[in-house]
């Protein structure tokens, strides 16, 4: 069965309501379009802006927000000592004003090359999920991954005490945050705390209000005033909710509905089989937010995991990928999972295209992804739309 709030099937009513809309409207031309926005898009429209520059405190890290966490979380960030090459910090592939690397992929220790393109850290505190295929699901024990990762920092608990043993400030301050020295800390808990100091630091790195929100603030105004379609907004908003289905997954004020889709995106290599390949892994994964290493003891996370459990499906989660987030994503371009598409503009034409030829991805392309046909005007006004979510830094 279906649910009813499926973002699938809200496309699919979609497209027949606007099948029956254009059937019924033949000859009439475009006189038989609903006005721009129905009381449907209205709502829609009004769950995009304004996204909270001060997200809740994650219950699974117990030092999140506390100001020690975060200094310290700062100088780890940037610390090639963290890595066994002694030469790749997390600051190596997040980094410049995108907080990520201008390159398909990313470089590691000894030169090896990450699989996949790295997602932008600003913001990531309101994501629900981590790394393209979700198989995390909280950022601090995300930072577990790239540091032990043998293309990215190729690290272990032994390197990473050996660092924080090192040096004088790190082991002293570690000691007042866990009330345990670095040397004598069990490998999995120390992981886990470098991993929840790191996090606390990666909280605060913040682009929230944008010229998007503003627009979007002014367009709601002008819809009550009569005037919508006058409203420089207009055309950008219009395909982004109707045309372009965008927000049937571009929604909410991260423009994200935090799920997973198979958007039919080329890719060949071994992380094809996107989230359906991860999950179970995730599921017995001895750091999920579920597990020992978490803070939060209400089960709340456990009962989550245990719903991706029962609810997953193969046909929707195979070669499917995270919704990203759409703010800032003019600073961080490459685009998708592959970094494949250099440039918004190639980002539109992919969607404008119905996506890429069946047979060059895993899995089955969810139904929403079909040709658009999309005018110029409504490419550009898309473009225009995506480029205005440039937040400012906090
Ligand atoms: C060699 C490059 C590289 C290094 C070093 C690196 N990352 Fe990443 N990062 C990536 C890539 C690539 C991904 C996406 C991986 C995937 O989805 O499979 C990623 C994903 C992430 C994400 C998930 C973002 C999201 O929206 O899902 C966060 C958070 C992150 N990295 C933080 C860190 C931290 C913290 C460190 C240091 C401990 C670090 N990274 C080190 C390349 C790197
Ligand atoms: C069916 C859900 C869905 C729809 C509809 C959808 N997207 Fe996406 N979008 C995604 C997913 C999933 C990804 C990541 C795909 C991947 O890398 O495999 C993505 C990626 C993107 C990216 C790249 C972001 C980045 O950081 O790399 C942009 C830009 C984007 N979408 C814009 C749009 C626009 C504009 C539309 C409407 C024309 C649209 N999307 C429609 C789900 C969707």
New binding site residues.
């Given amino acids: 069965m279906v649910k009813k709030d499926d973002p699938v099937m809200i496309s699919r009513s979609w497209r027949t309501a606007l099948l029956a809309l254009s059937l019924g409207g033949m000859g009439l031309a475009c006189e038989s379009e609903e006005p721009f926005p129905t009381l449907d898009e209205l709502d829609q429209l009004r769950s995009l802006h304004s996204l909270s520059s001060h997200p809740r405190l994650d219950s699974t890290n117990r030092v999140d927000g506390l100001e020690a966490a975060r200094t310290l979380g700062n100088e780890l960030?940037r610390d090639p000592g963290?890595?066994r090459c002694g030469s790749?910090?997390?600051e190596?592939?997040?980094t410049g004003e995108g907080r990520t690397v201008e390159t398909p992929?990313?470089?590691?220790c000894g030169g090896q090359r990450?699989?996949?393109?790295?997602?932008?850290?600003l913001n990531?505190r309101h994501?629900r999920?981590?790394?393209?295929?979700g198989?995390?699901d909280s950022?601090w024990s995300?930072?577990i991954l790239?540091?032990t990762n043998p293309?990215?920092?190729d690290s272990d608990a032994e390197v990473v005490r050996a660092r924080l043993q090192a040096q004088d400030s790190y082991r002293s301050r570690y000691l007042a945050l866990f009330g345990a020295d670095p040397g004598a800390e069990p490998g999995p808990e120390l992981m886990a705390n470098v991993g929840k100091v790191?996090a606390a630091y990666?909280r605060d790195l913040m682009r929230v209000e944008a010229p998007f929100d503003v627009d979007v603030r002014r367009f709601l105004a002008a819809v009550d005033a009569g005037t919508a379609e006058s409203d420089p907004a207009y055309l950008g908003l219009k395909t982004f909710v109707r045309k372009g289905q965008c927000i049937v997954c571009h929604k909410g004020p991260s423009l994200t509905d935090e799920l997973f889709h198979n958007v039919g995106l080329q890719d060949k290599g071994p992380?094809a089989g996107g989230q359906w390949a991860v999950l179970q892994s995730l599921l017995d994964w001895e750091f999920n937010a579920a597990g020992r290493y978490s803070d939060d003891r209400s089960g709340a996370d456990a009962r989550r995991l245990n719903t991706l459990r029962t609810q997953a499906k193969q046909e929707e989660l195979e070669g499917a990928f995270?919704t990203?987030s759409l703010r800032n994503v003019a600073l961080t371009a490459p685009y998708m999972?592959t970094g494949a598409q250099a440039t918004l503009e190639e980002v539109v034409d992919f969607y404008n295209e119905g996506g890429d030829a069946d047979g060059t991805f895993t899995g089955k392309r969810t139904v929403s992804i079909v040709a658009l046909e999309l005018t110029d005007a409504e490419k550009r006004a898309l473009v225009e739309l995506l480029k205005s979510l440039t937040g400012t830094p906090r």
């Fill in positions: 960030f963290l890595s790749v910090s997390c190596s592939c997040h992929t990313a470089e590691g990450t699989e996949r393109n790295p997602p932008t850290v990531v994501n999920w981590f790394m393209w295929d198989r995390a950022l995300q930072a790239p540091l293309v990215e920092m790191l990666e992380g995270r990203p999972h």
